[in-house]
């Protein structure tokens, strides 16, 4: 492997960029702004942070650095733990995956691609909880938690385009196909 | 480089990404079920991480909590003469209060110090900040930035200012996470008030919990004050939680009196409850004199003379 491309600084910084960021997310998902039952749910701003990184740069959201934030946000937030983390790394994998391909895209396939991801992503957690026989959340408030998400996405992609200057690269070969 | 190693090379980067994913999944899996299981080392995790995050999370909530609180005075703003007349109106009614509290007040430690009264439960409280809540809709939980270190233990209450809010289910050396009243897993033993009659208060993720197991409920009304019944020895007695709600159909639920939407502070209550006989030597044998003596300074001091 070559080790040094791997732990080179410029990749260090993204991925603590990427760390930062993610951190972020979910201190703002986990502020105490409404506390009352019928609160609306947060949106689920890491799995923004988590789908923008994975398609434009795919190198600094590492498995790993997606499974550390995924698990801190389980924590924090008290999400039946182990269940948010595994369908935002296999979100983040597929993305990933798809890579490049999607750049010669326009944003709304991008956003509807994403939409069907993140509600997949909450399918997976509400049918693990309730096989595990927990009580499961009202589908009502995953719905508002999914719409409010979507409708989110788009604006944090401008902030990170135009704030962070992080957009796809132009006329980078498809480094996925061997 | 030759064709064949760079090859080589992304076989091997990827049996590596394989088997990380693989051990990945097997964590979670291993997380789930610590998580169905309750399993007090997950709670240790939390809280061993709330306690690391804790300083970080007040930079970035400060912020938020100043805008969501300059947007509600900004409301408020508006109905700022016709308030100020109601409390005017309202202070003028409870000086008359006042007055008779005193009455009052002076009337029981005279009949007190008659009957040489012990006061029975020993409660001391903690105040905290609510840093965190759990955003998304699977649980009613929130994290409170007082700890171990200031002497919250593990089953308090945690009251605001107008009633019960919920209960402490873990703590951390800085950080305590509280379960909410309107939680799932949420079951709190209450009293109907004049009628006295017993039931349990059962969160479902609604902002008014369901009375479950209400005894005799042709003798309460709607609007029924509830309380904490002290049952079970966790929560004090008489705890205000709520008034009662009447549905169609014979069920009740609970109007809780704690202002949930705004929950900025709340308060840990220490309580040791009293002398409890439950097992055969009891009397005899009660429970060790170190804590007794430990809980004897944080006393309240009208605990009279009795004991």
Known sequence: ?178 | MGRTASLQETALTRSVHRILLGLVVLVSVFLLILWRSDNPRLERLRLALADRLVPSMSLVNQPLEFASGMSRDYRNFFDLYSQNRELRREIQRLRAWRETARQLEDQNAQLRALNNVRLAPHATFVTGDVIADSGGPFLQSALVNVGARDGVVDGSAAVDGNGLVGRVVGVGEHATRLLLLTDFSSRVPVLVQPSGRRAILAGDATSAPVLEFLENPDEVNPGDPVRTSGDGGVFPPDLPVGRLIALPGGAWRVALSADYARLEFVRLLRYTPDTRIDRAGGLILSRPRGAEQQAEPLAPATSGGGG
């Open chain 1, 1 to 178: 492997m070559d080790l040094a491309l791997w732990f080179s600084p410029s990749r260090l910084i993204r991925t603590a960029l990427f760390l930062a960021l993610g951190l972020v997310a979910i201190f703002v998902e986990a502020a105490p702004l409404g506390l009352s039952a019928d609160a609306y749910p947060s949106p689920d701003i890491l799995f923004c942070v988590v789908a923008y990184w994975s398609t434009r740069r795919p190198e600094a959201a590492a498995l790993i650095a997606v499974f550390a934030l995924g698990l801190t946000r389980d924590l924090m937030t008290d999400a039946p733990v182990g269940a948010g983390v595994l369908t935002l790394v296999f979100a983040s994998e597929f993305l990933k995956a798809l890579g490049h391909g999607l750049s010669r895209r326009s944003f709304a396939t991008e956003w509807l691609l994403l939409a069907t991801v993140l509600a997949l992503v909450i399918m997976a957690q509400w049918l693990i909880v309730l096989i595990l026989l927990a009580h499961p959340p009202y589908l009502t408030d995953l719905g508002y938690q999914w719409l409010a998400t979507m409708a989110l996405y788009p604006v944090l992609a401008l902030v990170f385009r135009w704030l962070f200057r992080i957009g796809w690269r132009k006329g980078e070969p498809a480094s996925r196909s061997p």
